[in-house]
């Protein structure tokens, strides 16, 4: 695993306590809301939280900042996140299963 892919797990276990949401909040107001990640991470916690026009709100600006950034991947990935929020789904990731052929 990466060191991206580590810190976006950390972030989104965070985001799906309630706790973890205001960490993810704080997080994102200490980096300026700047950080694509970040306001992703933000989005995705909103969304768990039943917050969809925040979800929207802030995933729409994560992938701008992604695509400004040139992190072609981090705005792929919350491009495919506003389907689920604008579905008024939030996201569930189910990890690969192992052992399985």
Do not use: C
């Amino acid at each position: 695993m990466d060191g991206v892919s580590l810190i976006r797990t950390w972030l989104d276990f965070m985001a799906s306590t309630e706790l973890g949401a205001d960490a993810v909040l704080r997080g994102s107001q200490l980096t300026g809301g700047t950080n694509a990640i970040m306001l992703g991470t933000l989005a995705a916690a909103y969304a768990e939280g039943g917050r969809f026009a925040d979800a929207v709100t802030t995933a729409e600006l994560a992938t701008t900042l992604a695509e400004a950034e040139g992190q072609k991947e981090v705005a792929e990935k919350n491009r495919e996140l506003l389907k689920s929020y604008r579905a008024g789904q939030p996201w569930r990731e189910v990890p690969p299963r192992t052992g399985d052929k």
